[in-house]
């Protein structure tokens, strides 16, 4: 089930594939009771077991059954079969809002009325005690009148008691748009850590580029503790202000979203609640998140504010660990060091943080993620000239629970491949590489009589 023109128990025709994530497809359909286009995400369930995100995938149906705004993409229905979920979903014909950026920064006025949307549909969240955690233009989508959705509510956390020393502890959404008081791990208001990552977005739309960016992560992360921004010329006086209040490092004197949307130059051409739910969610509610898996909420228990891993990296067996040794080695015999098509390098800490960093780097480049899936990332880049495109190959390893194995592989210009890897990624990669191949074989030649 899942390919184009399958029908899925009588209700859903599926088109074309709109995209992928590490255990996800999604796929545009039409309902064929309506007619209408509806988007269906399906999930493997062996994969979620396998990763361990059975409560993610809970957590995700109780929180988009919970929300009904005209901002926030709509959850029509569950379905399920012994080896699949479906969601069946309200379809953004308009895409990612980060592909609008990527064409150039918005006009002030459009900005504003993409920043209103925003603002309106994460209120409403926390309105019910939902709090996103992962907001970026990637995970917000536009319908085909340009209306935008928030998206993506994998990574979010509900808090029951709406209590005000209710405090979050994961770590979790996209380094470049994450709050200071996520990174120190001491503890975070989710609403005021929400409201930093609208400030974000909002930088990102009227510059068309990130406010805070460095391609060493542990730089990036002290510019955003300091909020070490500079804005553009072109930015009004008006946006400065606001800006300077949402990007305050200090949670406890940080803007609240209320206050955000009590502003001035927010409230221009306010208009609010626009737009209307398309239509009734079918059986959501009716739906029980621990009988869409069966038997599967007995086989993995963790907290909800459990760290979920977002990547599934590949196993190496004693073979492969025994011929990475250096002992056994043969590269040297086949090229020289700085002029290989591969890197590897070992790592102590989550798949999901340097897949996070890579993707991170990527977006500096400008290379375009072509492929993600699981452990695997494939990134590309067009080449102006005579030489090819640029593409790299980024794929991790688990060698042990907390020890991993990341190898690049080049395709395209060796050169400009090595060229990337001295002078963005190894300095951006530095403080969190524990070893990288070539530095072991050189320190061996180095100790050698």
């Known amino acids: 089930m899942g390919k184009r023109g399958n029908v899925l128990m009588q209700k859903y025709e599926f088109g074309k594939l709109l995209g992928q994530g590490n255990f996800a497809k999604v796929y545009h359909a039409r309902d064929l009771k309506t007619g209408e286009s509806v988007a269906v995400k399906v999930i493997e369930k062996e994969k979620i077991l396998k990763i361990g995100l059975v409560d993610q995938t809970k957590r995700e149906i109780s929180i988009m059954r919970r929300i009904k705004h005209s901002n926030v993409l709509q959850l029509f229905e569950v379905l399920a079969t012994k080896t699949k979920i479906y969601f069946i979903m309200e379809y953004a014909k308009g895409g990612e809002l980060f592909n609008k950026v990527a064409k150039g920064r918005l006009s002030e006025a459009r900005a504003r009325k993409y920043f209103q949307q925003l603002v309106s549909a994460v209120d409403f969240c926390h309105s019910k005690g939902v709090y996103h955690r992962d907001l970026k233009p990637e995970n917000l989508l536009l319908d085909e009148n340009g209306i935008l959705k928030v998206a993506d509510f994998g990574l979010s956390a509900f808090v029951e008691s709406h209590r005000q ?12 748009y994450v709050a200071p008081e996520v990174i120190s791990r001491k503890g975070y208001n989710g609403a005021k ?8 977005i909002l930088f990102v739309l009227l510059a068309g580029h990130l406010p805070f960016y460095d391609l060493n992560l542990m730089s990036l992360y002290r510019k955003i503790g300091r909020a070490e921004y500079k804005c553009p010329n072109w930015f009004s006086i008006e946006v400065r202000r606001l800006l300077g209040k949402i990007l305050d490092p200090n949670p406890d004197t940080r803007i ?62 004693a073979f492969d660990i025994i011929s990475l040794s250096a002992g056994l080695d043969l590269s040297g015999l086949f090229a020289n060091i700085g002029e290989q098509e591969d890197v590897k390098f070992t790592f102590m800490s989550s798949a999901s943080s340097i897949m996070a960093t890579v993707e991170d780097i990527a977006r500096i480049l400008r290379m375009v993620i072509i492929k993600k899936d699981g452990g695997l990332l494939k990134l590309e880049r067009s080449k102006a000239g005579r030489k090819e495109p640029l593409s790299i190959d980024v794929e991790i390893f688990e060698v042990a629970p907390s020890f991993h194995l990341v190898e690049m592989k080049s395709g395209g210009d060796t050169l400009e491949f090595q060229k990337i890897v001295k002078e963005d990624l190894r300095p951006a990669l530095k403080d969190i590489v524990f070893v990288w191949q070539d530095e072991h074989y050189l320190q061996q030649q180095d100790c050698t009589p």
């Open 165 to 176: 020393d209710d405090m979050l502890h994961t770590v979790c959404g996209t380094p470049a």
């Open 193 to 200: 850590s929400d409201v930093w990552s609208c400030g974000v």
């Open 256 to 317: 609240s979203m209320a206050k955000v949307m009590e502003n001035s130059w927010f409230r221009k051409g306010f208009k609010p609640n626009s737009g209307e739910v398309k239509r009734e969610s079918a059986n959501v509610d009716l739906v029980n998140s621990d009988q869409v898996f069966g038997l599967c909420e007995n086989t993995i228990t963790a907290s909800v504010e459990a760290v979920q891993e977002l990547v599934a990296p590949g196993h190496l067996n």
